[in-house]
Each structure stands twice: as structure tokens, then as C-alpha cells.
């Protein structure tokens, strides 16, 4: 299956009547699926359908949804709906009565809220059933499209991770190759301070008291379960990128695991190169993370 991103950007265009109408949709990073969305005055009742429509073909990221309208007849006076007006006038009648205030003139009801509908040149033979489907069906066509976006981005995603997973694999068995010389070079490090330090003193350490020293330090230092699991979640994130749809949370938790094992391993060791190796690690691992937010 594909791979998605939650970035993108579509629109559809169509008319109702003598007005052209645009439906937008844009879409960025979000942790689960939000959705706003702009409607003109008295077409706020799309919003559930144009949500539902959303869900059913999206699983997460940060939706804005607009719809304009442009009228081809720019001087067509707005209808005033009277029954909003009517209704702010009653209250604010009522309220001024019963706080012994003026009533309120009318250019300040007139202001309000839901009173102007410019509607005029939408088709005055269709309903409202009939203009809905019209504009849903617009909006159908801008989320095909915007899933294509995303799919189409989807795609590059995936490239790019394949190339992260790529590197950080390899720095894993740079790291696990480099690992086993430490207990070498901690035997022998530890004893040259040694011999520094007794230069001066009679006496020696004895070898198995050296031997015993050499172990500890070894057993602090061992970075094989941090190797083990870096191999793990790199097959594990492939797997993942096989599979494609609805995969970012699980991606963007391994990315954690990624970093966390990256930070043991440097903290643990003890050689100047594998500590190079982990923070190369690290800077893939957050290259990684950054595309990862970016995967539905």
C-alpha cells in the first residue's frame, strides 16, 4: 500500500446559477485529524457532511476547508433575512426594556451577524437539496484530489525514509564493529594508567585483579543490546514503509526509540570513534524524525 503525507493543497471549481463558486482545501502536519472549515452565511449546514466525507477518506493531519462564492452580478443588492432581524429586534427590545436602556438603533441590528445573505445569483430554480449536492460534489472532487496530493508526496516520503533507515543501518554495524575493540582497548588503556600511575611505587597489580578491572569496565561499556535493538526497529520501520497507509504514529514512535538507543550508546562508550558513529546516528535519526512528521 502507499505511503501518505498529511501536506497538500487542492481545489475544485464549479456555478450555481450566475455564481462561480470555489471549493479549497489545505491540509498540514497534525497529530490526529482536525478539520475547519469556512462557509459562507447560510451554508454553514454543509459542514457536518463535508467533515464526514473528510473522515471517510483521511486518517490525520490539519484540514482547512473554504468555500467561496463570486457573483457574476456585482451589483445585485444582499437579501435581508428577515426573520434573523425580526429576532434580534425582539430581544434587544426585551433587553432594553428590562434594563431600562434605549432600544438599539437599527444600522447596529442591521450589523449583526446572519441579516445580509448575498445569495442572489445562485440558481433560483434549484433548492436547497439541489445546490448541497452540487457543492458536495465539488467538494468530493477537491478531496480526490487532495488525497492524490498527499499519495503523490506520499511517495517521495517514503524514498526519503528508505534512504534514512539505509544509513542508519550501516552506522548500526560500523558501530557493532567498532564495539568489539573496546574491551581490547580498555585492557590496555587501563593498564597504562596503571603502570603511570606505579611508576614511582614499588609493587605491581596483580594480572587477575587487572583482569577483574578490565571485566567491569567491559560489561559498563557493552553496547550490544543498543545494537540489537537499532537492528530490530530498523526492520521493524521497514516494514512499516511496506505497508504505507496509516503508518506515522507507529513511525514516529520508532523514531524515538531511535534517538533513545543513539544516546545510550554514546553515553556508554568509551572510544573516540564509536562515539563519532553515535552521534552520526543520532543527527540520521533526527533527519528521520523530521520526515516522519510528516507521514499520516
Do not use: W
Amino acid at each position: 500500500m502507499a505511503l501518505y503525507s498529511m501536506t497538500g493543497f487542492a481545489r475544485a471549481a464549479g456555478t450555481l446559477g450566475e455564481t462561480d463558486f470555489v471549493f479549497e482545501i489545505k491540509s498540514v502536519n497534525g497529530r490526529g485529524l482536525e478539520m475547519r472549515a469556512r462557509l459562507p452565511g447560510g451554508f454553514e449546514r454543509l459542514e457536518r457532511e463535508l467533515r464526514d466525507a473528510a473522515t471517510r477518506r483521511l486518517k490525520r493531519g490539519n484540514l482547512q476547508i473554504q468555500l467561496n462564492f463570486a457573483t457574476a452580478a456585482d451589483t445585485a443588492p444582499p437579501r435581508i433575512d428577515r426573520k434573523v432581524l425580526d429576532h434580534y429586534c425582539a430581544v434587544a427590545i426585551e433587553a432594553a426594556a428590562a434594563n431600562g436602556l434605549e432600544p438599539p438603533r437599527i444600522e447596529t441590528l442591521m450589523a449583526l451577524p446572519g441579516v445580509f445573505q448575498r445569495s442572489e445569483g445562485l440558481a433560483a430554480d434549484l433548492d436547497e437539496t439541489a445546490q448541497d449536492a452540487v457543492l458536495t460534489a465539488a467538494f468530493a472532487t477537491a478531496l480526490d484530489e487532495l488525497v492524490a496530493v498527499r499519495a503523490a508526496e506520499g511517495t517521495h516520503l517514503a524514498v526519503a525514509l528508505g534512504a534514512h533507515l539505509d544509513e542508519i543501518a550501516r552506522l548500526t554495524d560500523a558501530a557493532a564493529a567498532q564495539a568489539e575493540t573496546q574491551p581490547a582497548a580498555i585492557a590496555a588503556r587501563l593498564a597504562a594508567q596503571l603502570a603511570d600511575l606505579l611508576r614511582d611505587k614499588a609493587g605491581a597489580v596483580p594480572p587477575e585483579r587487572l583482569a577483574q578491572e578490565v571485566a567491569l569496565l567491559a560489561v559498563k561499556a557493552d553496547v550490544r543490546e543498543e545494537i540489537d535493538r537499532l537492528r530490530a526497529h530498523v526492520a521493524e520501520a521497514r516494514k512499516l514503509l511496506s505497508k504505507g497507509e496509516g503508518v506515522g504514529r507507529r513511525l514516529d514512535f520508532l523514531a524515538q526509540e531511535f534517538n533513545r538507543e543513539a544516546n545510550t550508546l554514546c553515553s556508554k562508550s568509551t572510544d573516540v570513534e564509536l562515539t563519532r558513529l553515535g552521534l552520526d546516528l543520532k543527527t540520521t535519526v533526527d533527519r528521520l524524525r523530521e520526515q516522519v512528521q510528516n507521514v499520516e
